[in-house]
């Protein structure tokens, strides 16, 4: 084994990072030696090792001095302290999206660092506790060892309608069942954890808003993910497999994929140096809003992905000789005008940052739930344009194996040309990248992902409704339709719309 390099710099040393642990990580119903070399999960493990080498290659936009190392650090690891800081976050998810065309997993753990140190401080306040001092001691010390963090908020959580304390089963939700002088045991699982194989740590969160029944589920800490007592059991994706057959073509993206697997704590330590809340449930339901709200955002990282399938649209109907008939060109107007949609409303709501008592800049909620609401629709749109654009080729191409097969090849070769000049393989090529993201391993990310990730659709409506303001609009309306004030609605109060028109954005 060689020797890992701390810190971490490249993409090259980060996959160094991660040989030799020993991980307890079920797949196909087998025990995975190294993940590391495994064929279905290291094009994942090369979506995150971009996430360093984009770092290397432009250092503004990747990565940024932080003030609580003093150091140059990945911009993952960094706790924003401007609205620009925000917004670069959103410009380099975009970009990752671009080059690797899925989940690059590390937008969790940063969006979990940034709402934990404003909820953490907030805690101390109203506590005398000491979780912020900690939190920032783990903070330069992952930003200074550049490490990957995975953030765990999603249990299983067995029956939707009940909470945590009132379900059959007490480990539906992860809880602390032992303590000791030292720190804590925890038990349950996080289900859908994305890149917990390729993390180096995990920060595992309460859910959902909890009650005082609820105590022992209100836990935050930091974990290392080989920590004794945990198991993996590694997520399907659509054709993964393809993956482990010879040839890259039937791929359509073999460098790069996404990872989600549960994870199951059985007794799992948590010192008390890696705790951030224990018991403080009334804070839980803070700490989840102010995550999902920048996580909610970061889905601007399909815009990215977006980029990639409306060029990918753009080059079959060019191979297939119709880039200039009005109705294409129309349809990837359309799946532009959608993609942009999506990234105007998390890049708005980015730029309406505020700062935070902790010193943290935490952007607008309102857009953010927004946003994430167009990402659970725009991107399914976009892929019905691209499947319409792409011809159903897409989906009765024969394999890469045939192609090189002497009998079939030269008749594929004959049979599945388009335009003059475009060779057949770049055809194949480019129509399997459209099966890949629109219904293959990448599809989890660019569709699935995008409805249920940082919450399902009907999550950002409940947060919409909070903040419409429709007390502040009838007013409005009433005002111009000169109704008299029936004392019912006023233009006080109305949050979403002192944010708008704030000119600055420091804190109120
Ligand atoms: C690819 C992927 C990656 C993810 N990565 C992470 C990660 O890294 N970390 C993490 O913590 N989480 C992650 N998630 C989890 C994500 O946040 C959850 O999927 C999401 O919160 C929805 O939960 P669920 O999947 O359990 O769906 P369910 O809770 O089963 O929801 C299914 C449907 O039921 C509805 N529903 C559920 N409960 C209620 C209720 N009480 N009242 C009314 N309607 C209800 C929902 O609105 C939805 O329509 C990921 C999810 C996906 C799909
Ligand atoms: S879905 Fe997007 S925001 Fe979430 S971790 Fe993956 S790349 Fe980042």
Redesign the pocket.
Known sequence: MQKTIRPIRTGEEYIESLRGRDLTIYLFGELIKEPVDHPIIRPSINAVAKTYDLAVEEEDLASVKSSITGEQVNRFLHIAESAQDVVKQNKMQRKLGQLTGT?FQRC?GMDALNSLHSTTFEIDEKHGTDYHKKLLEFIKMVQHENLVI?????D??GD??MGPSDQEDPDLFLRIVERNDKGVYVSGA??????CINSHWMLVMP?MRLTENDKDYAVVGAIPVDAPGITYIYGRQSCDTRSMEPGDIDQGNSEYG?Q?AMVIFDKAFIPNEMIFMDGEYEFASMLVERFTCYHRRSYVCKTGLGDVLIGAAATIADYNGVPKVSHIKDKLIEMTHLNESIYGTGIASSYQSQKMKSGVWQNDDMLANVCKHNVTRFPYQISRFAQDIAGGLMVTLPSEAELRNPITGPLLEKYLKGRKGVDVESRMRILRLIENMTMGRNA??YL??S?????????QRIQIARQMQLGYKKRLAKNLAKIQDDGEETLENADYFKRVFKLDNSKE
């Not at 995975?150 to 999603?154: I, P």
């Open positions: 989940c969790v995975g953030g765990a908020m999603t299983v959580k939707r309608s996080k289900a859908h954890q994305t890149g859910t996404g989600e989890v990310g699935t992902e409805m249920h990730g940082a919450g399902s659709p009907q999550a």
